[in-house]
């Protein structure tokens, strides 16, 4: 298993491309994380997470 390149101009084998490409309909629902709000909120994130999730 690969993982699809982070640049738009990397150019994959044909066969590597059909196993890790996104669709262009995929990729239009990829969204970036809002950096800000995160770090504002690490504190407050971690206790949830801490919490919730590694009882």
């Not at 990397?10 to 994380?33: G, N, V």
């Amino acid at each position: 298993m690969g993982y699809a390149p982070t640049v738009t101009d990397a150019t994959l084998p044909p066969d590597l491309a059909r196993q890790i490409s996104l669709t262009p309909e995929q990729q239009a629902k990829l969204r970036t994380p809002d950096y800000e709000y995160i770090a504002r909120n690490q504190v407050a994130l971690i206790d949830f997470w801490n919490k919730e999730f590694k009882r």
